[in-house]
C-alpha cells in the first residue's frame, strides 16, 4: 500500500502545502539573516571609511598630528606618507608598522580588502578601508580598519524564526486541510448518494451544487451517465421481454403439436406435422440469427472492409431470391461502396423481405449515384444510393421512426402473421450506421419507400 492510498485527499493536499509554506519559511529565513549580516557589513564599512575620511581631512589642511585621536570604538586609524612610513596613528597602532600595503587604483581614491594577522595579531581579521589624499606633493595613504563581521546569527533570532515559521506552516496546513474538507463536502454527498442508489433505485440523481465549477460538471457529468445507464438497462429489460415473447410463440407451437401428436400417435400424420414444426423452427432460427447479429453489431465487432460494387450486390441478392410478389429493378453500375459484403447483404435482404412482405403487387429497386450532400462530411466524395419502394400502405410519418426500434409492429397486420419479429430493419439501419451511412423512409405518393445513402468510396 502506497503513501497515496493510506493519506486522504485533504491530508495530502495540507501535508503538500504545509511542506512548501515551510521551505518557503526556510528560504525567507536565511535570505533574512544573510540580509541582516550583509546590513551590518555595510554599516560597518560606511562607519570605518567616515573614520578614515576625517583623518584624511586633518591630514589634508596638515592638522593631522603624530598621534591620532582614537575613535573610541576599535578602529584603528594610520596615516602613511609616500615613501611608505607611518606619520600618524592612534594609540593602538603607535610604534607598528603600516596595517596595509594595498593602495587605490587609479581613478579611484578609495578601496577595501580584508587583512588578516600582521599588526592585528594571529588568527585575527580587519576590514581595512584606504584612503589617499595629496598633500606635501605627494599622495598620502590613510588606513583606518575594525574588525570583520563574523556570520553570527543571534540566537533570540534564529528561535523567533524558527517558531514563527512553525506556527505559519500550522496554521496554514490547518486552514488548507479545512478548506478542501469543506470544498470536498459536494464529492461526499455524490458518493453518498451514489452509495443508495446503487443500493436502491437507479431513477434517483446525485445533488448537484449551485456553484459552478468542476465539482457541479462532475455532478452533472454523473446525472448523464446515470441517465443513459437507466435508458440502456430499460432497453435491455425491454429487449429481453421482447424476445422471450417472440420465441415463446414458436416455442409454444412446436410443443403443442408434438403433444398432441403424442396424445394420439395413430390419428397424428407426420406428413402434416412436419411441415408445421419446421415451419416454427424457421422462425426460431431467424429469430435466433437476427439476437445474435444485433449482439455483434452492439458489440462493435470487427468486419471486413472491401471495395464492393452495390448494383453487382443487390442484383446477386435479387438473383438468389423467390419472390412473391414483382420486383422492378434499376441498378447502375459501378458504384463502389467500402464495406462487409455479408452485414451489406444482409441490410439488402432485410428491406426487400420488409418491402415483399408489405407490397401489394410490385417492389421497385433502385441503385444510383448521387452528388456529395453539401456540409455532411461523411458524403464529400458523393454519395451510393439504394432505394427500396413498395407499392403497399406505407407508413405514416409520425411512425417512421417507431419501425426502427426493435420489436416494433406497428399493427397486427404487419408482422407476425406475415413472418416478421420486428428486428429487420432495426439490424438494417445499424449496419447502415456501422458503415458510416444512413437508412431513411422518405416521403412517396404510395407505400413505403426506404432510402439507403452510403459514402462512395474514391478511386484507387
Not at 439476437?291 to 468486419?303: I, K, Q, S
Not at 409492429?409 to 419479429?421: E, F, K, Q, V, W
Amino acid at each position: 500500500m502506497g503513501f497515496g492510498d493510506r493519506w486522504s485527499v485533504k491530508n495530502r493536499i495540507a501535508l503538500f502545502t504545509g511542506t512548501v509554506v515551510a521551505l518557503l519559511c526556510i528560504a525567507f529565513s536565511v535570505v533574512l539573516v544573510w540580509s541582516l549580516h550583509r546590513a551590518a557589513q555595510e554599516s560597518l564599512l560606511r562607519e570605518v571609511t567616515a573614520t578614515g575620511g576625517r583623518v584624511a581631512y586633518l591630514v589634508d589642511h596638515g592638522q593631522a598630528g603624530s598621534v591620532l585621536l582614537p575613535s573610541g570604538r576599535d578602529q584603528p586609524v594610520q596615516v602613511v606618507d609616500p615613501q611608505g612610513r607611518v606619520r600618524s596613528a592612534t594609540p593602538d597602532m603607535a610604534g607598528k608598522p603600516p596595517m596595509a600595503t594595498f593602495h587605490p587604483s587609479p581613478p579611484s581614491r578609495k578601496a577595501t580588502r580584508e587583512v588578516c594577522g600582521g599588526v592585528f595579531g594571529p588568527d585575527r581579521c580587519y576590514t581595512v578601508v584606504a584612503q589617499e589624499v595629496y598633500s606635501n606633493g605627494g599622495d598620502w595613504t590613510v588606513y583606518s580598519a575594525a574588525p570583520s563581521q563574523p556570520f553570527d546569527v543571534p540566537p533570540g533570532l534564529v528561535a523567533g524564526l524558527i517558531v514563527g515559521s512553525a506556527l505559519v506552516t500550522a496554521a496554514i496546513a490547518y486552514g488548507t486541510q479545512r478548506s478542501v474538507r469543506r470544498a470536498l463536502l459536494p464529492v461526499r454527498a455524490i458518493r453518498a448518494e451514489l452509495d443508495e442508489i446503487n443500493a436502491s433505485d437507479l431513477g434517483r440523481r446525485v445533488p448537484v451544487p449551485e456553484a459552478k465549477g468542476d465539482i457541479h460538471d462532475l455532478a452533472q457529468s454523473i446525472n448523464y451517465t446515470l441517465d443513459r445507464l437507466e435508458e440502456t438497462l430499460e432497453q435491455q429489460r425491454r429487449f429481453t421481454s421482447d424476445a422471450s415473447h417472440e420465441l415463446r410463440s414458436p416455442i409454444t407451437a412446436i410443443r403443442a403439436q408434438v403433444e398432441d401428436a403424442l396424445r394420439a400417435p395413430q390419428e397424428s400424420d407426420l406428413r402434416e406435422i412436419g411441415p408445421a414444426v419446421l415451419k416454427s423452427l424457421d422462425r426460431l432460427q431467424a429469430i435466433a440469427s437476427d439476437l445474435l447479429m444485433l449482439a455483434r453489431l452492439d458489440a462493435g465487432a470487427p468486419c471486413e472492409r472491401e471495395r464492393l460494387d452495390l448494383g453487382r450486390l443487390v442484383s446477386a441478392e435479387l438473383d438468389a431470391r423467390r419472390p412473391h410478389k414483382k420486383i422492378v429493378s434499376q441498378l447502375a453500375p459501378d458504384v463502389i461502396v467500402r464495406g462487409d459484403r455479408v452485414r451489406l447483404g444482409r441490410l439488402v435482404t432485410n428491406l426487400l423481405d420488409n418491402a415483399e412482405r408489405h407490397a401489394a403487387t410490385t417492389v421497385r429497386v433502385e441503385v444510383r449515384r448521387e452528388d456529395p450532400y453539401g456540409g455532411d462530411p461523411r458524403f464529400r466524395s458523393g454519395v451510393a444510393v439504394l432505394e427500396v419502394l413498395d407499392d403497399g400502405a406505407g407508413i405514416a410519418r409520425d411512425q417512421r421512426d417507431l419501425v426502427f426500434q426493435r420489436f416494433t409492429r406497428l399493427d397486427s397486420a404487419r408482422s407476425r402473421n406475415a413472418g416478421g419479429a420486428g428486428l429487420g430493419l432495426p439490424i438494417a439501419r445499424q449496419i447502415a450506421e456501422s458503415h458510416g451511412g444512413t437508412l431513411t423512409i422518405m416521403d412517396s405518393p404510395s407505400g413505403a419507400r426506404f432510402l439507403l445513402c452510403l459514402p462512395l468510396c474514391r478511386e484507387p
